[in-house]
T-cell receptor, first 112, second 115 residues
Framework: GESVGLHLPTLSVQEGDNSIINCAYS??????FIWYKQESGKGPQFIID?????DKRQGQRVTVLLNKTVKHLSLQIAATQPGDSAVYFC???????????FGKGITLSVRP | GAGVSQSPSNKVTEKGKDVELRCDPI?????LYWYRQSLGQGLEFLIY????????KSGLPSDRFSAERTGGSVSTLTIQRTQQEDSAVYLC?????????????FGSGTQLSVL
């Protein structure tokens, strides 16, 4: 069946370094993607989104890259800070009025 | 309120008991979603509402699960005859309207533990 998955379950980075979190999706009909951040004891929080007609989108310290050819999505966090430590989820939607499908999540741990 | 509110934040129940989980969405948001998150897993879609109707109930795991929404606002998720495998965090989210690329705003969830 269709699924959204993440390559690695955990990622440990040094404070100040850049982080790259990767996500693979298998539904070729997916045309909208979102990255969410979930801190312990809280619900997921929207970080950034991208539509399939774009390859790259930048936010504050974050960049999302979309490669539709290989069905790959990545989240880049510049100058990673301790407050970035959380679980990150990619999610995809295939067409308007469809539900958001989430991947399993990856834990980002920032070393001081 | 300012955000999505869920209650209770924690619920411990005995196997076989019924539980009700409540979600109060952001004021004015017409779409409301329920997701389930098991330990170390992603978010599993359960059901969503547009207004008081539920166009997509496809994620409800069994007929023990039901949800309703009244007045286009508060929603309750009911689990009857709870089983241990129902233990999870139940997350509610709302958005201004369903689909159409509206981002979801999540509550903090209800941690359900079935003993």
């Amino acid at each position: 069946g269709e699924s959204v998955g993440l390559h690695l379950p955990t990622l440990s980075v040094q404070e100040g370094d850049n982080s790259i979190i990767n996500c693979a999706y298998s539904n070729s009909a997916s045309d909208y993607f979102i990255w969410y951040k979930q801190e312990s004891g809280k619900g997921p929080q929207f970080i950034i989104d991208i539509r399939s007609n774009m390859d790259k989108r930048q936010g504050q310290r974050v960049t999302v890259l979309l490669n539709k050819t290989v069905k790959h999505l990545s989240l880049q966090i510049a100058a990673t800070q301790p407050g970035d430590s959380a679980v990150y989820f990619c999610a995809e939607m295939a067409g308007a009025n469809s539900k958001l499908t989430f991947g399993k999540g990856i834990t980002l741990s920032v070393r001081p | 309120g300012a955000g999505v509110s869920q209650s209770p934040s924690n619920k411990v129940t005995e196997k076989g008991k019924d539980v009700e989980l409540r979600c109060d969405p952001i004021s004015g948001h017409t779409a409301l979603y329920w997701y389930r998150q098991s330990l170390g897993q992603g978010l599993e879609f359960l059901i969503y509402f547009q207004g008081n109707s539920a166009p997509d109930k496809s994620g409800l795991p069994s007929d023990r699960f039901s949800a309703e929404r009244t007045g286009g606002s508060v929603s309750t998720l009911t689990i009857q005859r709870t089983q241990q495998e129902d233990s999870a965090v139940y997350l509610c989210a709302s958005s201004p309207r369903a689909g159409n690329r509206e981002k979801l705003f999540f509550g903090s969830g209800t941690q359900l533990s079935v003993l």
